[in-house]
Each structure stands twice: as C-alpha cells, then as structure tokens.
C-alpha cells in the first residue's frame, strides 16, 4: 500500500505563514482565524506533504505514518 | 577548487529547501550550501516567540546536523561568498575556498538596515535577526519586572525605532513582557513609508489600546550609554532634540540584500537580483530566489521583490526544480499577516503604489478596520481593457485576505463591481472568480 500521513495541525504554533498552503494547495487551507486546516490527507504527493510540513516556521504540522501511527515529524 | 554539481549560497529557509528539492530529484548529485551563519536552519519566525518565553532555544531550529547528512547536503558553516565569476562557474570564498559549481543558486536572503547613529554599538540595541540579537534581548530581559528580584536590576522601558513588521514584533514582545514600550517612527505618521494615514491610525489605535505609546516624525540623532552601565544603552536622543530613557531598544527600519559582492560579475540587478518567471538570472545557470530575488510575477505581470517566509520556501521549491532541468513557472500570490494583540495587519500580492493605477479603501478607522485595494488596468483581448485587483494592505480585517487573494490569483475583471469595491458592505466573496 502507498504511504499515507495522518495530518494535525498544532493551532497554538501555527501563525499562519502559509509556506504549507503555497506548497501542497489540495492539503491545507487558511480558516477565518489565519491558522491551517487540513482538507484532504491524500490530495497531494506525500513528498508535497513532507515538503510543506517541513517548510512550517514553527513546526506545527504533524506527521504520523497513517498505517503505524508513528510520528515521522517534526 | 572544489567541483559541485549545485552550488547554493544562502543556508536560509530558501536554500535549504532548495537543496532538498533537488535532493529528492537528483539522489546522486553533489549538492553544497554555502552559509554565512555558523548555524544549521532555524526559524526567524520563532525569535520573537523564543524572546517571549514561548519557544525553546531548540524549536528555534529547524533543521539538526543529522538531517543534512542523511540527505547528503554539504553544509559549510560560517563562510561568506566573496567573488562570482560566472564564466568560470565558480564562486570564490573570503576564507580563499573556490567552489566550481554545475549550477548556482543565489539564495542570499536579506539583512535588517543598521542604524549608523552615534553610539549603536552599544548594547541592548537588537535587530531581531539572528539568534544572538534574540539572546541579547533574552539576557537584557533577565533584568525586568517579571523576573525582578529585590533590589536587582531592572529592565523597564524599551524603545523600538521603526514602523513595520519588526517593530511590530518587538512592540508586541516588549509589551508581553511588562516592559513600558515606545514606538518611534521617522515618518510624518506611523508606518508612514507603506500605510496610508488611515490605516496607520487603525493600527496605531490598537498599539496605544494596549498601552504603547507611538511617536512619529522622530528620527534617531544618537544613542547614550546609561549611567548605570555605560556599554549598554540607556537613551535615545531624537534629531528633534527629545530624549526617551530607555534599558533595551529594538530597530526594525527595513530589510537589504548584500548583493555588493556580486558588482563586476555581470548580473542583473535592480533593487534585488532580477529574474524571470523561472527565476533563473541573466547570467547562465545561476538562478536566484526569495528575499533576494526581484522575480517576474507571472500573475501581476512585473518585476516583485518579496521578502516572507512563504515565498521564500515556495520559491525554494520551483527553482529546485527547474535547476534539475524540470522548467517550472514560480507562481504564487504572497501574502503576509502579522498577528499582534489580537489583531492583524496583511500585506497581500504587490503592494507597491506605483505600480497601480487606483487604489481603493474600505472601512474606516472609526470601524477598526480598513482595506485597501490595489487596482490595475490591463488589456483584454475580449472587451479592450480589465480591471485587476493586484494587491491589498489589510488593516485589522483578516477577513478579506482569502477573497483578495483568490482575486488577485484568478486575474478576476472587477471592471463591473469597482465601484462597489469600496463599499465595506459589498462581500468581497461574491467577486466572480471564472
């Protein structure tokens, strides 16, 4: 089976810079009060995924193995 | 010489993303990061959470020593590039290291103006840049009400010179930590460089509301060592002759690439290194993106030098990318929103005034919140012209960033409801996107 994340979004990190939003559009959106939700967990690649949860200034995307529930980041 | 396959100088959230981009699309190439720093990537975002007590020393950073040898990036620390010979493929080091380079990508990021006052050179005056400007405002706070012992030092009045993000920032960080802050500005008003006087009032009304005082049309003359400790500041003395006491000062007057060492080598510059779409330069196979990158901006039609995180990483990204022979358009609308009590200030997409033809306002100050709207005409091939919306400041009205922005990123005519634009009541969600 292909890899899949489960996807959080810590809101008391997130501030809203958006580089997830701009990286992996199908993933994540901006709400009403500028923090990052999550809109699909299997929209966008997993490397877009990966790539937009690693380019958070705050680290407040994370990132478990779907299948394990294991933390793969931050 | 050293001989790489992509040479990146820049250890930002631009080049280190960049790097992994291309890691992940060429798995056997040589892959270097040149960095000024002497640090592996951490997060400026965070500074002013770290100052704040919120973030750890260890969230600040992003990115450990493993992760670069896992991914086989070639982090050279604390070097700075001196020389670009583009001819030649090389770039030259001032510790005398020449680096041959496949491709180059010129990730140079930006640094904050420095006041060049009399006596900035003492302590306690931060730029909230680097991990050491947060340490010494850490450690210039140790002494203040919060953490105040009986007779022990104690930090009080911070002054920050300068509207803007960072002043924002430091406003904001002072004021979280008890200290009795002012905000002086050269301008005629606050903010007076990017804001209308409106908007400015909106945000200066919420600065004051909570208990800063915002001073404007003072410029710094000098900075004085106070009596107590004499290496550290202890006023600020204005050109018009105004004194403010002060334990800690935070400067926030601008960001500035340092592209000097790029004179002679032929590069294109103009204000940052100009690119297109693809953000490759003038020069073959050395390209440039974020802070630095005056880029063509597919969706406004012109040259734009945006300095956010976003835009920096997104950039990262496409020019990965197309470095590795993968030609990608870099399009994006930037947008920025700093959050500061409970309020917001946006930049969104260009914000530049010369480079509209109308700009529109909505709300009032009386509200709470404005917006001002950015127009642009363009030529259409169905009906003559169009009218787009290219950017918008947005002053405490968080709500319209997303329609804005999907406005600005549709290339929506607006030709038909501008008019209605500045109306606060017309819902910009009703804007047609086709």
Redesign the interface.
């Known amino acids: 089976m292909a890899k899949k994340y489960r996807i959080k979004v810590d809101r008391d990190l997130c501030?809203?810079?958006?580089?997830c939003?701009?990286?992996a559009a199908k993933t994540f959106q901006?709400d009403?009060?500028?923090k990052a939700i999550v809109l699909s967990e299997d929209a966008d690649t997993v490397?877009a995924i990966r790539?937009a949860a690693?380019?958070c200034?705050?680290?407040a995307i994370i990132l478990e193995d779907a299948e394990t529930g294991k933390q793969e980041y931050p | 010489m050293k001989s790489v396959d992509f040479l990146i100088v820049g250890g930002g959230?631009t080049g280190t993303?960049a790097a992994?981009?291309i890691r992940?699309l060429r798995p056997d190439s040589s892959v270097v990061i040149l960095s000024d720093e002497p640090y592996e990537l951490y997060?400026?975002?965070?500074l002013t959470?770290y100052i704040r007590g919120e973030?750890t020393q260890e969230?600040v950073f992003?990115k450990r020593n493993e992760w670069y040898q896992e991914n086989r990036i070639d982090l050279v620390k604390g070097v700075s590039a001196q020389k670009l010979d583009a001819n030649a493929h090389t770039v030259e080091c001032a510790n005398g290291d020449v680096y041959q380079y496949k491709k180059l990508l010129l990730a140079l990021g930006a640094r904050p103006i420095k006041l060049n006052v009399p006596g900035s050179e003492l302590g306690n005056i931060s730029y909230m840049w680097t991990i050491e400007d947060a340490e010494e405002v850490i450690n210039a706070l140790k002494g203040t009400n919060e953490s105040r012992r009986p007779g022990g030092p104690l930090t009080r009045r911070g002054v920050v010179i300068g509207g803007g993000f960072i002043g924002l920032e430091f406003a904001h960080a002072f004021k979280v930590k008890g200290i009795e802050t002012t905000i002086l500005d050269g301008s005629e008003y606050y903010w007076g460089n990017r804001l209308d006087k409106q908007s400015s009032q909106v945000i200066q009304n919420i600065l004051e509301k909570n208990g800063i005082s915002v001073i404007a049309g003072e410029m710094v003359e000098k900075f004085v060592g106070s009596r107590e400790n004499p290496q550290n500041v202890g006023k600020v003395i204005t050109k018009s002759g105004k004194e403010f006491g002060c334990d800690l000062v935070g400067v926030g007057v601008g960001i500035k690439s340092d592209l000097g060492w790029l004179e002679g080598s032929g590069i294109k510059i103009d204000q940052g290194i100009v690119t297109n779409e693809y953000l490759e330069t003038n020069l073959g196979d050395v390209y440039a993106a974020g802070d630095c990158a005056n880029y063509y901006d597919v969706i406004v039609e012109g040259q734009h030098l945006v300095g956010?995180?976003?835009?920096a990483?997104?950039q990262a990204?496409a020019v990965g990318k197309t470095m590795t022979g993968v030609k990608t358009v870099f399009e994006?609308v930037c947008?920025?929103?700093a959050?500061f009590f409970e309020s917001?200030c946006s930049f969104v997409g260009m914000t530049e005034a010369d480079f509209a033809d109308e700009v529109v306002t909505r709300g009032t100050v009386a509200e709470g919140k404005i917006s001002r709207i950015f127009l642009k005409n363009y030529p259409s091939t169905s009906s003559g012209s169009m009218t787009r919306i290219v950017g918008a400041i947005i002053a405490n009205n968080?709500?319209e960033?997303?329609p804005i922005t999907d406005a600005i990123k549709n290339k929506v005519d607006v030709s038909q409801n501008r008019d209605k634009l500045a109306d606060a009541n017309f819902d910009l969600h009703s804007l047609p996107i086709s």
């Open positions: 501030i809203g810079a958006a580089s939003v701009a990286l901006l009403s009060e500028n490397e790539l690693e380019s200034p705050t680290k | 959230v993303t992994q981009t992940g997060s400026r975002i965070l959470s973030a969230q992003l956010t995180w976003a835009n990483a997104t990204v994006a947008a920025y929103t959050r917001t968080f709500g960033v997303a």
